[in-house]
C-alpha cells in the first residue's frame, strides 16, 4: 500500500442530494479529481469517501476537509437533510488520517468567497462592496444554507458557522400567510428553509394548490415546480416560484442587517443560479430593500448570485486546512 503524500489532500462538500470529492496535492495546489456522487446511493459517508478514494483519487491521502450540510457541534455528526450520521474520531482512524477538518457547508462555501473570481458570481442589485464590511451568505439548495464572514481586523475573516436556514418565516401579505400557516400545519414550524429550498418550493406549490383547490398535474419535484413556473404553464407553480423568490429576499435582507453585511450578500446553492434573468425580475430585490427606515442602508448593498461551474466550499474546505498539514 502506498504511503500516503506528505500533504495530499481529500476534499468533500456533502450536501443533502449530492456528494462532491477532490483531490489536492498539496496546500495552494489545483483542486483536482472533481467527482459527485449520489448520497441515496451509499449507506456511509465512510463508503462514499472510500469509494472515492479507491476508484477516483489519484493517490492516498494524509489530510481531509469534509463540508457538510449539518451543525458540527462535536464529536457526532448528523445530517439535517440525509439519514448519514458518523463520529468525527472513528472516520479519522478509519480513514488512517493525520488530520480530519469537518465544518459547516456554508461555513466552507463563506471560506471561499474572498476568493471568488468575478466570472463566478452575477450580481442583482446595490453598488459597491463596502471591502470592511461583512459579508452574508445564503443558499437554498436541498436545504438553506446561511453563513457569513467577519472582518478580523488584520485583513482577514472569521466564517460563521450557524443555523440561519431555520429561523420562523415571516408572512408580508396574505399568499404568503397562506403558505406559512400551510406549512406550519404540516411541519409543527414554518422555517426559512421549509420555503427557500427545494422540498419548500414543492411543499409551497402543494399547499397553494390545495388553498386554491387546483390539480397539481403531476408535478412532484421541485425541478418541475421551476420547469412549470418557467415555461409558464401552471399558475400555482408561477405562485410558488414567486412566493420562493420574495422570501429569500425577506431573510437575505434580515440577514444584511443582522450582519451589517456591507461587504455585500451571497446567494448560493443549486435553486436561484438556474432561474437565470427569472430571479433577476422577481420581487427579491425589493424585499430585500423592504427594511422601512433601513431600506436606504440596505440599497447600496451588492447581493451576488454565485455562477461557479464547480463548487467553491471545496476550496473553502481546502482553506480550513491551512496550517495543520
Not at 162 to 181: C, F, I, N, S, Y
Not at 207 to 233: F, Y
Request: glycine content about 12%; overall charge neutral.
Amino acid at each position: 500500500m502506498r504511503s500516503p503524500l506528505p500533504c495530499a489532500r481529500l476534499l468533500a462538500d456533502i450536501g443533502g442530494t449530492n456528494a462532491r470529492f477532490a483531490w489536492q496535492a498539496a496546500p495552494g495546489a489545483p483542486i483536482e479529481a472533481l467527482t459527485v456522487l449520489p448520497v441515496a446511493g451509499f449507506a456511509r459517508l465512510q463508503d462514499a469517501l472510500r469509494h472515492y478514494l479507491d476508484t477516483q483519487a489519484p493517490g492516498p491521502v494524509g489530510s481531509a476537509a469534509i463540508a457538510i450540510a449539518s451543525p458540527v457541534l462535536g464529536d457526532a455528526v448528523r445530517m439535517t437533510n440525509h439519514d448519514w450520521a458518523f463520529s468525527q474520531r472513528d472516520l479519522q482512524a478509519a480513514l488512517g488520517l493525520r488530520h480530519l477538518r469537518v465544518l459547516n457547508d456554508f461555513t466552507a462555501l463563506a471560506l471561499a468567497l474572498p476568493a471568488l473570481p468575478e466570472r463566478h458570481r452575477r450580481q442583482v442589485g446595490g453598488a459597491a462592496a463596502d471591502a470592511e464590511g461583512a459579508i452574508g451568505l445564503l443558499g437554498a439548495g436541498t436545504g438553506l444554507g446561511v453563513s457569513g464572514l467577519v472582518p478580523d481586523g488584520r485583513g482577514g475573516w472569521i466564517p460563521l458557522q450557524g443555523e440561519g436556514g431555520h429561523v420562523t418565516l415571516p408572512a408580508q401579505d396574505a399568499r404568503e400567510r397562506v403558505v406559512v400557516d400551510g406549512l406550519a400545519r404540516r411541519h409543527g414550524h414554518a422555517s426559512a428553509e421549509r420555503v427557500c429550498s427545494g422540498d419548500g418550493l414543492l411543499d409551497t406549490f402543494r399547499v397553494l394548490c390545495e388553498a386554491e383547490g387546483a390539480a397539481t398535474h403531476g408535478i412532484e419535484t421541485p425541478a418541475a415546480v421551476v420547469e412549470a413556473a418557467l415555461t409558464p404553464r401552471q399558475p400555482q407553480a408561477v405562485a410558488a416560484l414567486d412566493v420562493f423568490c420574495a422570501l429569500l429576499g425577506t431573510v437575505a435582507g434580515n440577514l444584511a442587517l443582522t450582519l451589517g453585511a456591507r461587504g455585500g450578500v451571497y446567494i448560493g446553492g443549486g435553486i436561484v443560479p438556474r432561474l437565470g434573468t427569472r430571479f433577476d425580475a422577481s420581487a427579491f430585490r425589493t424585499r430585500f430593500e423592504g427594511k422601512g427606515r433601513y431600506a436606504d442602508y440596505l440599497r447600496p448593498i451588492p447581493v451576488w448570485v454565485i455562477t461557479a461551474p464547480e463548487s467553491p466550499a471545496l476550496m473553502g474546505a481546502a482553506r480550513s486546512l491551512d496550517g495543520l498539514d
